[in-house]
T-cell receptor, first 114, second 113 residues
């Protein structure tokens, strides 16, 4: 157990629907990062939050949004889902706002859009 | 834009057969090169951070080295439990308020008993 908790582990939904993925960071970590991993794209950075505020943005679609709550857990909202959104979504956390000591990743949510 | 290329894409070894994985990168001002291990169905697990050419880090059968253009992950006398995908990432320019690593697509290693 890495200390980063992601729920649900698996999600199957239809095109056009909206889903919410949840992440609880490791105790003491203030930063949360969201990544998408697919076979053809590898691990792609989506967005980072640090202590409740958005800190960095990557290749996140406008249909996707995220937030970090006062208790530091984070949610990634995916809407108007398309078949191409099927992927593994990982949450990672770190103490500060950098990766020098490495990120701690959760086990991921596998999203299947049918 | 930071770029990372890992080779080979896949590698099969016999137990005890040492080898190396390669990570070539282009980055404007390296602020760290990272190696992660990822097991099937799990999130990546942090292994090493390297900062400057000539630096080396070791952990059990793994040794990471860094030059100005590439990094190698040397695996000495691997065991079946070393089978995993190994990811390399580089941290260079800022994205917004943070330095965010760019990941390569990884090398899938299988070690046969």
């Amino acid at each position: 157990d890495s200390g980063v908790t992601q729920t649900p582990k698996h999600l199957i939904t239809a095109t056009g629907q909206r889903v919410t993925l949840r992440c609880s960071p490791r105790s003491g970590d203030l930063s949360v990062y969201w990544y998408q991993q697919s076979l053809d794209q590898g691990l792609q950075f989506l967005i980072q939050y640090y202590n409740g505020e958005e800190r960095a943005k990557g290749n996140i679609l406008e249909r996707f949004s995220a937030q970090q709550f006062p208790d530091l857990h984070s949610e990634l909202n995916l809407s108007s889902l398309e078949l191409g959104d099927s992927a593994l979504y990982f949450c990672a956390s770190s103490v500060g706002s950098g990766a020098n000591y490495g990120y701690t990743f959760g086990s991921g949510t596998r999203l299947t859009v049918v | 834009e930071d770029q990372v290329t890992q080779s080979p894409e896949a590698l099969r070894l016999q137990e005890g057969e040492s080898s190396s994985l390669n990570c070539s990168y282009t980055v404007s001002g390296l602020r760290g090169l990272f190696w992660y291990r990822q097991d099937p169905g799990k999130g990546p697990e942090f292994l090493f951070t390297l900062y400057s050419a000539g630096e080396e880090k070791e952990k059990e059968r793994l040794k990471a080295t860094l030059t100005k253009k590439e990094s190698f992950l040397h695996i000495t006398a691997p065991k079946p439990e070393d089978s995993a995908t190994y990811l390399c990432a580089v941290q260079g320019g800022r994205r917004g308020g943070s330095y965010i690593p760019t990941f390569g697509r990884g090398t899938s290693l299988i070690v046969h008993p």
